[in-house]
């Protein structure tokens, strides 16, 4: 089949057809079958859904691109996992060359926690993030590095609930330095947790997402989750916990060491933090930069480092990122 193009000029237009029975197509298509626009967008075709079957027509040079496409995300929503704009445009950009190409992750693993609210399963979406979870579940102190949009903050919040849900640890404990105010709290209003609230609200959010907020506040009551600020972390000793010290580098390396060494039995701890990111007076002092020249040999702690491939926020957010890097321009809040 063909059709005219110009005068003289033919364009091959071929049709291929997908089965798409027992997938739920909601999940696949999106709201008001965004995803499909989407892709009819990006490849000159058309996507049309006959019963349980997806039909594919349009230029042959594009049509087996989209196809591909089509078919890992068939893959990913028969395994539970949410299909968004960042997840689709990702795949596409993969395919198309855009970006450079990466070995499949391997869909057929079991979620690492099936959430509360809209996500229906959290699953990792780049290889940076499966290395991430990896050495969570290899090591005991992990440190994962790398710019915003990443999913540092919000996957070591998930794996914390897996672990507490599977009854690894008993406790989750969130820690935050507190830069913008020196460590110095005692100004603000309220009690020591409504003067940290700013601080940790970043992993607040992540909990709520992951869990309900009404459930977080459970466990904050009963001390299941607790919240901290770095500097009242001095003197403690934490067992059964699965610990999380969010924008480390923030902390100087005197604070790092502080922090490390409050890791009890039975217990892990996972370090995020972006070093183009850097709040205190002077930069060469972070702990987060610093540590790694200290620890890099060191049996039980791992580094990953995620960049601008492993950004899963919305896609400019990528674009961004990559443009500030290139002008070698260091940047505020994550």
Known sequence: MSKRKGDGDFESVVETIIDIEGVDQLGLLGARDVNLRFLEEKFGGTLTVRKDRLLLRGPGERLDLVREVLEDLVERVRHGQLVDSVTLRYLWEQRAGQREPEPDIQQDEDPLLFASGSRQAVRVKTLGQQAYVKAVHDYDVVFSVGPAGTGKTFLAVVMAMDYLKRQLVDRIVLVRPAVEAGEQLGFLPGDLQEKINPYLRPLFDALSDITGAAKVARFMSSGIIEASPLAYMRGRTLNNAFVILDEAQNTTLGQMKMFLTRLGVQSKAVVTGDITQIDLPDKRKSGLVLVRDILSHTEG????????????????????????????VTTDGD
């Open 301 to 328: 702690v791992a580094f990953v480092d995620l960049d601008g491939r492993d950004v899963v926020r919305h896609p400019l957010v990528r674009r961004i990122v990559d443009a500030f890097e290139a002008a070698g």
